[in-house]
């Protein structure tokens, strides 16, 4: 294979650029050309590419975002967009494309390969819902940014004995609302992997903690489950306690990222090249149990995403 692409798809992550400077410099060690591609699968059909070196992808690595731009792209989505993307491709000579993104961007891929493009998609989101990987690049840098936030809104609610119902993102996945529940004690975490019950979930642990003395609380929902302003009001009026909102929002999908999504996102990087080198197309790959792996792009996405049940449970035993 002589010449490859990169873009990026979808939301952004933290990690992005970190993956996308592997890929380059991974594919220029292995003798290829490499493409970027701005604004996803937008920038395929509009034939809106540069050609990289390595220097192009200096000074990125601890960049949050996306350098490329990235887009959700209704014109791709449709079998004469992926054909025209493909002939695109075909004429500019790009053979092989690193995709990452989400499992959105991954059907992109997968009708990319069926039109004869040898594709790897790169898992990069915040939500770590990507059921092939154990973590997604960006969730690392989403998790600890989330706990920061939470942390400050903490010592407020502290100072004034009140509580405060905190919503994190997700997209119906709850990786994010239990982790960062579990790391700033929240006393109640809503996840929509449970069915939740408002007076069992939220008032009863609250006052089981006023009890035993406690005068603030932290709730963390997942986004797209709730009316946060109606269930603040709700909790106030069953808790008798001030309570406030705070809708964390895109702040979670900025900043630069942590170790971990460097490290996993360099590695993920290099590791898609190699794919391509070896002749591979239309994978996904993955972490699983610190190992990076690799699966069929339609079966990695029909793997059903595990919740770790368990945790919650943890998690709504000690946070008192
Ligand atoms: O997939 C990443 C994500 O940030 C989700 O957590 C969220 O539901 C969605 O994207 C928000 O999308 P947008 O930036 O288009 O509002």
Do not use: W
Not at 251 to 270: C, F, I, K, N, Y
């Amino acid at each position: 294979m002589k010449k490859i692409a990169v873009l990026t798809s979808g939301g952004d992550a933290p990690g992005m650029n970190a993956a996308i400077r592997a890929v380059v410099r991974s594919g220029i060690a292995a003798g290829m050309e490499v493409i970027g591609v701005r604004r996803g699968y937008d920038g395929l059909l509009d034939n809106d590419v540069f050609e990289m070196d390595l220097r192009s992808v200096s000074n990125i690595l601890q960049r949050g975002g996306t350098f490329l731009s990235t887009a959700r792209s209704p014109r791709f989505n449709t079998p004469a967009g992926v054909k025209q993307a493909a002939r695109n491709c075909r004429q500019m000579g790009i053979e092989g494309l690193v995709v990452i993104g989400g499992d959105g961007s991954f059907k992109g891929a997968r009708d990319l390969c069926a039109e004869g493009i040898s594709c790897i998609g790169l898992p990069g989101t915040i939500d770590n819902d990507i059921s092939c990987t154990d973590y997604t690049i960006g969730y690392d840098t989403a998790l600890n940014t989330a706990i920061e936030m939470v942390d400050r809104i903490r010592d407020t609610m502290q100072s004034h004995d009140r509580c405060c119902i905190v919503e994190v993102m997700g997209h119906h996945k709850g990786d994010l609302a239990l982790n960062a529940g579990l790391a700033v004690g929240a006393v109640a975490i809503l996840v929509p992997e449970e069915q939740y019950n408002i007076d069992r979930d939220i008032i009863a642990p609250i006052k089981r903690s006023q009890k035993l003395g406690k005068h603030h609380f932290i709730i963390v929902v997942s986004e797209l489950m709730v009316d946060i302003e109606a269930l603040c009001k709700e909790v106030e009026r069953k808790i008798g306690v001030k309570t406030r909102s705070c809708v964390l929002g895109h702040v979670q999908r900025g900043g630069s990222p942590t170790a971990r999504d460097r490290v996993l996102a360099s590695e993920m990087g290099h590791y898609a090249v190699q794919l391509l080198v070896q002749g591979k197309s239309c994978r996904v790959v993955g972490i699983k149990n610190d190992q990076l792996v690799n699966y069929d792009i339609t079966e990695g996405l029909a793997i059903p995403k595990e919740f770790n049940h368990e945790l919650l449970r943890v998690a709504r035993e000690i946070s008192i």
